[in-house]
T-cell receptor
Framework: SAVISQKPSRDICQRGTSLTIQCQVD?????MFWYRQQPGQSLTLIAT?????????ESGFVIDKFPISRPNLTFSTLTVSNMSPEDSSIYLC??????????FGPGTRLTVT | KQEVTQIPAALSVPEGENLVLNCSFT??????LQWFRQDPGKGLTSLLL?????REQTSGRLNASLDKSSGRSTLYIAASQPGDSATYLC??????????FGAGTQVVVTP
């Protein structure tokens, strides 16, 4: 299994600002995933982050709004840019092991006022 | 486009009863299926992973079945306890590891 940590665990931000969320894994992984969980909803995949290449975004998500960095095999960041109240969500990163099982970080709870 | 449905949306049972949670998906071309548990305000905990070639997986009081051809999975939790109260999420994965989640079943086990 993988142990994943995220920073910050929660934040309250003002409209129009940006927040960068960090995700750290205790082992090297090829692919990392970023998900969003809006209030009362299930999880939706934002993008897949591979080390050494551009992130791949799902329909409805764009790089200008959610830029992602993946500088090495244990770390990734997701930035939520130019925030609006609609961005208030829990943001989670995940990794997949060689057996295909996925593990999630504890999440970052973002509130935009 | 893959769609994942979980029924029921909510379930309340007295302690000791068995729980049966259902998950269906529209595209049978899945890589695997995973059941998660989510406690309020927390992240996801992996419960069981079923590979597409498998029919069943068991871990303690938990048993999950998979019928890929009919697009269904069922999670059974035997002899429920108040600590089993949580939201249970079903997710199917493609070969790239992208997960498509159901909306979840919110379970309450009353003492």
């Amino acid at each position: 299994s993988a142990v994943i940590s995220q920073k910050p665990s929660r934040d309250i931000c003002q409209r129009g600002t940006s927040l960068t969320i960090q995700c750290q894994v205790d082992s090297q992984v090829t692919m990392m995933f970023w998900y969003r969980q809006q209030p009362g909803q299930s999880l939706t995949l934002i993008a897949t982050a591979n080390q050494g290449s551009e992130a791949t975004y799902e329909s409805g998500f764009v790089i200008d709004k959610f830029p992602i960095s993946r500088p090495n095999l244990t770390f990734s960041t997701l930035t939520v840019s130019n925030m609006s109240p609609e961005d208030s969500s829990i943001y989670l990163c995940s990794v997949r092991d060689t057996a295909g099982e996925q593990y999630f970080g504890p999440g970052t709870r973002l509130t935009v006022t | 486009k893959q769609e994942v449905t979980q029924i029921p949306a909510a379930l309340s049972v007295p302690e000791g009863e068995n729980l049966v949670l259902n998950c269906s998906f529209t595209d049978s071309a899945i890589y695997n299926l995973q059941w998660f548990r989510q406690d309020p305000g927390k992240g996801l905990t992996s419960l069981l992973l079923i590979q597409s070639s498998q029919r069943e997986q068991t871990s303690g009081r938990l048993n999950a079945s998979l019928d890929k051809s009919s697009g269904r999975s069922t999670l059974y939790i035997a002899a429920s306890q108040p600590g089993d109260s949580a939201t249970y999420l079903c997710a199917v994965s493609d070969s790239w590891g992208k997960l498509q989640f159901g909306a979840g079943t919110q379970v309450v086990v009353t003492p």
